[in-house]
T-cell receptor
Framework: DAKTTQPPSMDCAEGRAANLPCNHS???????VYWYRQIHSQGPQYIIH???NNETNEMASLIITEDRKSSTLILPHATLRDTAVYYC??????????????FGKGTKLSVKP | DGGITQSPKYLFRKEGQNVTLSCEQN?????MYWYRQDPGQGLRLIYY???????QKGDIAEGYSVSREKKESFPLTVTSAQKNPTAFYLC?????????????FGAGSRLTVL
């Protein structure tokens, strides 16, 4: 079972920031938070991941709360091409089955003109 | 460009037939994975491999088989024992299995059983 909880759907206006929340209240100290997205009928695309600190790359920012029980993915200026299903995933630090990605149903983000 | 190539993109199979899906990567990654996705659902892990000649069952391995004879190749065979094989199949690879290693996914193969 997925160890994360996400809203099933969200809307965002084009050009505005999209803030996608994720709850992972049972996360342990050696587990990463990963975000992927999937555009219809394509393979998932990696966005960002973090362990404890906030992270930023060219695609997005990841804000992790101090207690690590929740996080927010921020797309600073959403475009129509950002319409996709966004998956928040908790992934073990070590290899083997603990390090595998466990996907839930994600959040369907619709960016509207 | 480095990446993962899956083929075929679409495949139709009659009941009772085995079918093999190809996955090739030129990223020099040690670890490779196969996932299955059903409509409206997340991905579920079928098999994974940490290194050549080694592979492990994932959550839904029944009715599937894999081999890892070369570092760059990880084919998946969907056997007749798989009761509901119609699905979208995704291959992925990563430098290693540890949690800090990012998985890169292929474009997927859609299998339909007639």
């Amino acid at each position: 079972d997925a160890k994360t909880t996400q809203p099933p759907s969200m809307d965002c206006a084009e050009g505005r920031a999209a803030n996608l929340p994720c709850n992972h209240s049972t996360i342990s100290g050696n587990e990463y938070v990963y975000w992927y997205r999937q555009i219809h009928s394509q393979g998932p695309q990696y966005i960002i991941h973090g362990l404890k600190n906030n992270e930023t790359n060219e695609m997005a920012s990841l804000i992790i709360t101090e207690d690590r029980k929740s996080s927010t993915l921020i797309l600073p200026h959403a475009t129509l091409r950002d319409t996709a299903v966004y998956y928040c995933i908790v992934r073990g630090f070590y290899g083997g089955s603990q390090g595998n990605l466990i996907f839930g149903k994600g959040t369907k983000l619709s960016v509207k003109p | 460009d480095g990446g993962i190539t899956q083929s075929p993109k679409y495949l139709f199979r009659k009941e009772g037939q085995n079918v093999t899906l190809s996955c090739e990567q030129n990223l020099n990654h040690d670890a490779m994975y196969w996932y299955r996705q059903d409509p409206g659902q997340g991905l579920r892990l079928i098999y994974y491999s940490q290194i050549v000649n080694d592979f492990q069952k994932g959550d839904i391995a029944e009715g599937y088989s894999v081999s890892r004879e070369k570092k760059e190749s990880f084919p998946l065979t969907v056997t007749s024992a798989q009761k509901n094989p119609t699905a979208f199949y995704l291959c992925a690879s990563s430098p290693g299995l540890a949690g800090a290693n990012v998985l890169t996914f292929g474009a997927g193969s859609r299998l339909t059983v007639l």
